[in-house]
């Protein structure tokens, strides 16, 4: 059964940090492209980053160009993504998504809640 089950998020204060986990089961994690997005309410989904398998290249979205990072552990089918300087603006629901050769998959998701 392919899994990916998000972890790590929760409420933050502004300026704060949150590491927010993927943990992939039940396919070829070495052969898919990893990404994290998000979805506030009221708003459409939007991209946050990815990272690839091959070369470990990795892209963000503009509005968390650096503030976040994406990380993957092939060792452990893991990817993580450290926010970092968090605003209210990113208080969204945070999704991990894989994606290769025509199959996709999506977790459940994470809600991350950033506070004033």
């Known amino acids: 059964e392919v899994q990916l089950v998000e972890s790590g998020g929760g409420l933050v204060q502004v300026g704060g940090s949150l590491r927010l986990s993927c943990a992939a089961s039940?396919?070829?994690?070495?052969?898919?492209?990893i990404a994290w997005f998000r979805q506030a309410p009221g708003k459409e989904r939007e991209g946050v980053s990815c990272?690839?398998?091959?070369?470990?290249?990795?892209s963000y979205g503009d509005s968390v160009k650096g503030r976040f990072t994406i990380r993957r552990d092939n060792t452990k089918n893991t990817v993580d993504l450290q926010m970092n300087n968090l605003t209210p603006e990113d208080t969204a629901v945070y999704s991990c998504?894989?994606?290769?050769?025509?199959?996709?998959?999506w977790g459940q998701g994470t809600q991350v809640t950033v506070s004033t």
């Open positions: 998504y894989a994606q290769a050769q025509g199959l996709d998959y």
């Open positions: 039940g396919f070829s994690f070495d052969d898919y492209i």
């Open positions: 990272i690839r398998s091959n070369d470990g290249r990795t």
